[in-house]
């Protein structure tokens, strides 16, 4: 590969945190191009095995014009957003699903509640036609 490289050079200042800096590279052959940028999706499928460096945080990109890095700016923006929109409508579907279980517990919660006073209620009027001390209310 060292006759396809025709430069190589660190992108930017350096980072005072300690992180790295992009790379970049001028290749004097295309097809070593197309290549280069085939395997980089194979990369991210190696999961660091016998490799000295984390393939996750390693990012190999074509050279793209400001307008092409914009819009795929705007699109990888947009499919955050619609990522995030549909994480959201899951966990609002589970909560109201949640929330549907729950309310015949709710119900018969509050029908046992209901169904305890009205015995009380009863035992304190017998307890009054009877004249005997009302019963202890719990």
Excluded: Y
């Excluded at 025709?6 to 790295?20: E, F, L, M, P, Y």
């Excluded at 016998?50 to 795929?72: H, K, S, W, Y």
Aim: glycine share 2%; with cysteine.
């Amino acid at each position: 590969m060292p006759s396809e490289l025709a430069s190589a050079k660190r992108i930017g200042q350096v980072n005072k945190d300690g992180t790295s800096r992009p790379v970049r590279l001028i290749l004097t052959c295309e097809e070593k191009q197309k290549e280069i940028l085939e395997k980089a999706k194979t990369l991210k499928d190696k999961n660091g095995t016998g490799l000295d460096f984390d393939p996750a945080v390693v990012f190999i990109n074509p050279d793209l014009t400001i307008m092409q890095r914009e819009a795929a700016f705007s699109r990888r923006m947009k499919d955050r957003k619609r990522r995030q929109n549909q994480q959201q409508n899951q966990e609002d579907k589970a909560a109201a699903q949640q929330n549907k279980e729950n309310q015949p517990k709710e119900k018969e919660n509050q029908k046992n509640i209901q169904d305890k006073k009205e015995t009380e209620d009863q035992a304190v009027a017998q307890a009054e036609k009877l004249e005997l001390p009302p019963p202890l209310r719990s």
